[in-house]
């Protein structure tokens, strides 16, 4: 019942804002034109398109500002007007009252913010969809930020997504198309973020672990600057974490003015994706430009810095070499090895001709190579690869979703940065250099080492169990005439069966032949 009162609050929000006329507008169909005249009734909305949407996005929640938040990098499909304004989702959600951060900080962490901190700033410094931000002084001089979990989110969520549920019930049963997609699946991976967004002890773990990952032991600790934890003043509604200066990613004319170098900074930026999903196979998932900023200190200038560790992604072994492999084939234009992968891991039907695979593949891909990544969209790229792939049954895999994700907003980023950035020929080196070293003699000799703890263990032990195991009766000839003795009884009892069946055939015969007389 709850489903259907959250979805009419969207239709009243959606018609508050004249969500209707926007929709509406962007049809170019005789019937959109017919509706939109009648539901205008000769006015027009007064307040722009893009703030109307940024307010019904404000008003239905905080899965609906994340929605928001990842479609502000997309100005490649999306006018700059509204882009512009749905960029203001990132750090301009109204905040919630002082004084409940304060209450919630006492119950988490058993005394207020006056007693715990040297200084507390009362008015928060950042406000987003799940929590909200103060900076602080601790008493032995350290500057940090304090997080404080919205008050009342895990309800508020709970009811978003048991619509969403719904939606992903009718849609599977839609038809084949839509069963494929695997929205179910899909609505319990989003579910499970969000849960793990809610937990901001799990997120102080996200970040110490993506802080390990870019240590100055991992040689890669300018390239990514993570801030420190503060476990003693981190609970599940409370993170405090070192406070970190820097500039938004998006703020390009500061970051000129700084005198950090562009073009580089977005390559990086594309290295750290890749870093992250293909050596850690852990990565930073909510990539949209409120979440990364890039220091302007001297010592650290031009580093990308994260925030916000709510949503992270990890992929297997299988994955990332699934994934390594169909990038490398697709960077070397071999779209039969992409069809050859998509076949092997089961995302196709085994029965799928390779060859016409590969041709719609190639289709699709060819005509975007060799551009700068200004006349490059990515997102035409998936919509075009995923029309195609319903000629093929290919099935959408859940568990990749976040990486899709992610991998949007990392185009969207370089966008901003760098129109000329190429995406591909970034990556491609990259992604070779990581298969000569899972492939190679260097791969070969850490995979060693890895497993070198545990054969430790076990090589002591070999002589005795090889020993216990040629010294057992061999027990073959027992388990041979055991097995011929079960199958002369089988066979016993086919013969059996086929008499009775004989003997009821012949009764029948007789009883018919009698009746028929």
């Given at each position: 019942m709850f489903p259907l009162l959250r979805l009419a609050r969207i239709v009243l929000v959606?018609?508050?804002?004249?969500?209707?006329?926007?929709?509406?507008?962007?049809?170019?169909?005789?019937?959109?034109?017919?509706?939109?005249r009648v539901i205008r009734l000769g006015t027009r909305p007064r307040k722009p398109r893009g703030l109307r949407l940024r307010l019904a996005l404000e008003s239905l929640g905080p899965i609906f500002v994340k929605?928001?938040?990842?479609?502000?990098?997309?100005?490649d499909?999306?006018?700059?007007?509204?882009?512009?304004?749905?960029?203001?989702?990132?750090?301009?959600?109204?905040?919630?009252?002082?004084?409940?951060?304060?209450?919630c900080i006492e119950a988490a962490l058993g005394a207020p913010p006056e007693k715990l901190f040297a200084q507390f700033e009362v008015d928060p410094v950042a406000s987003a969809s799940i929590a909200?931000?103060?900076?602080?002084?601790?008493?032995?001089?350290?500057?940090?930020?304090?997080?404080?979990?919205?008050?009342?989110?895990?309800?508020i969520i709970e009811k978003d997504l048991s619509l969403l549920k719904v939606v992903a019930r009718?849609?599977?049963?839609?038809?084949?198309?839509?069963?494929?997609?695997?929205?179910?699946?899909?609505?319990?991976?989003?579910?499970?973020?969000?849960?793990?967004?809610l937990d901001l002890v799990r997120e102080a773990s996200n970040c110490s672990q993506l802080r390990r990952n870019f240590g100055p032991e991992s040689g890669r600790g300018d390239m990514l600057i993570v801030p420190e934890v503060i476990w003693e003043y981190t609970a599940s509604t409370v993170f405090t974490m070192q406070r970190m200066y820097g500039v938004p990613v998006g703020r390009v004319d500061r970051m000129r003015e700084a005198g950090i170098d562009i073009p580089t900074l977005a390559r990086t930026?594309?290295?750290?994706?890749?870093?992250?999903?293909?050596?850690?196979?852990?990565?930073?998932?909510?990539?949209?430009?409120?979440?990364?900023?890039?220091?302007?200190?001297?010592?650290?200038?031009?580093?990308?810095?994260?925030?916000?560790?709510?949503?992270v992604g990890s992929l297997s072994e299988f994955d990332k070499n699934y994934l390594a492999q169909n990038f490398l084939a697709f960077f070397h234009r071999d779209?039969?090895?992409?069809?050859?992968?998509?076949?092997?891991?089961?995302?196709?039907?085994?029965?799928?001709?390779?060859?016409?695979?590969?041709?719609?593949?190639?289709?699709?891909?060819?005509?975007?190579?060799?551009?700068?990544?200004?006349?490059?969209?990515?997102?035409?790229?998936?919509?075009?690869?995923?029309?195609?792939?319903?000629?093929?049954?290919?099935?959408?895999?859940?568990?990749?979703?976040?990486l899709q994700k992610t991998l949007l907003n990392v185009e969207g980023l370089g966008r901003q940065l760098d129109p000329n950035l190429d995406l591909w020929k970034t990556a491609k080196p990259y992604l070779e250099r990581w298969m000569r070293q899972r492939v190679g003699i260097k791969g070969l000799r850490q995979s060693l080492e890895k497993e070198a703890a545990q054969w430790s263990q076990m090589l002591p032990a070999l002589p005795r169990l090889v020993h216990d195991h040629l010294s057992r009766p061999n027990v073959s000839?027992?388990?041979?005439?055991?097995?011929?003795?079960?199958?002369?009884?089988?066979?016993?009892?086919?013969?059996?069966?086929?008499?009775?069946?004989?003997v009821v055939a012949l009764a029948v015969g007789v009883a018919i032949w009698a009746l028929t007389r």
């Open positions: 959606s018609l508050r804002y004249g969500l209707d006329e926007l929709v509406l507008s962007s049809l170019n169909h005789p019937l959109a034109t017919c509706l939109l929605f928001g938040q990842v479609l502000s990098t997309r100005r499909l999306i006018p700059a007007d509204i882009a512009d304004e749905l960029a203001l989702l990132q750090d301009r959600v109204p905040p919630f009252p002082s004084a409940q951060a304060a209450a909200q931000v103060h900076f602080a002084v601790l008493h032995d001089g350290r500057e940090v930020a304090v997080k404080v979990l919205r008050p009342g989110m895990l309800s009718i849609i599977e049963r839609l038809g084949a198309d839509g069963r494929r997609l695997k929205p179910r699946e899909v609505v319990a991976e989003f579910d499970k973020y969000l849960h793990d967004e930026g594309v290295e750290i994706f890749f870093t992250q999903v293909f050596t850690d196979g852990f990565f930073h998932a909510d990539m949209h430009p409120g979440n990364i900023y890039v220091s302007d200190r001297p010592e650290t200038l031009g580093s990308y810095i994260a925030l916000d560790f709510g949503i779209y039969r090895r992409v069809a050859q992968l998509h076949i092997e891991s089961g995302w196709v039907p085994p029965d799928t001709r390779e060859e016409e695979l590969e041709g719609a593949v190639r289709a699709v891909c060819e005509p975007y190579f060799d551009r700068p990544l200004s006349e490059i969209s990515l997102g035409q790229v998936l919509l075009r690869l995923f029309q195609t792939s319903r000629r093929f049954n290919v099935e959408i895999q859940p568990q990749l979703v976040l000839p027992a388990l041979l005439a055991e097995m011929a003795q079960l199958r002369r009884a089988q066979e016993q009892n086919n013969r059996l069966v086929a008499a009775l069946v004989g």
